[in-house]
Nanobody
Framework: VQLVESGGGSVQTGGSLRLSCAVS????????MGWFRQAPGMEREGVVV???????NYVNSVKGRFTISKDNAKNTLYLQMNSLKSEDSAIYYC???????????????????RGQGTQVTVS
């Protein structure tokens, strides 16, 4: 399974970015997928998990601002980030795995398959 993120960059506070994660080499539709992030000197944080049925589960700090979505035809996962804050600055990683009941946001930290990350800077 290979995951490749794109779409990161620098944006002003209150701005928006959309991250993409292209997935190959897996039965994409069966996997739970998600995003986690890591800021310098900070612990990794699970941001959101979406299960195989398309049901998302967000960490409280991004609820109402971030939206995860899947394009099954393109095997691509997206994270639309609106109303960005400086504390959202981090490297963002997408991840995938068979998750069963592990659908809380932190579950993404245990997923076996991960991308290389994309930097998001909000200032």
């Amino acid at each position: 399974v290979q995951l490749v993120e794109s779409g990161g960059g620098s944006v002003q506070t209150g701005g928006s970015l959309r991250l993409s994660c292209a997935v190959s080499g897996s039965p994409y539709s069966r996997y739970c997928m998600g995003w986690f992030r890591q800021a310098p000197g900070m612990e990794r944080e699970g941001v959101v998990v979406i299960n195989a049925y398309g049901n998302p589960n967000y960490v409280n700090s991004v609820k109402g601002r971030f939206t995860i979505s899947k394009d099954n035809a393109k095997n691509t996962l997206y994270l639309q980030m609106n109303s960005l804050k400086s504390e959202d600055s981090a490297i963002y990683y997408c991840a995938a795995d068979l998750c069963g009941l592990r659908t809380m946001p932190d579950a993404v930290l245990t997923f076996r398959y991960r991308g290389q990350g994309t930097q998001v800077t909000v200032s």
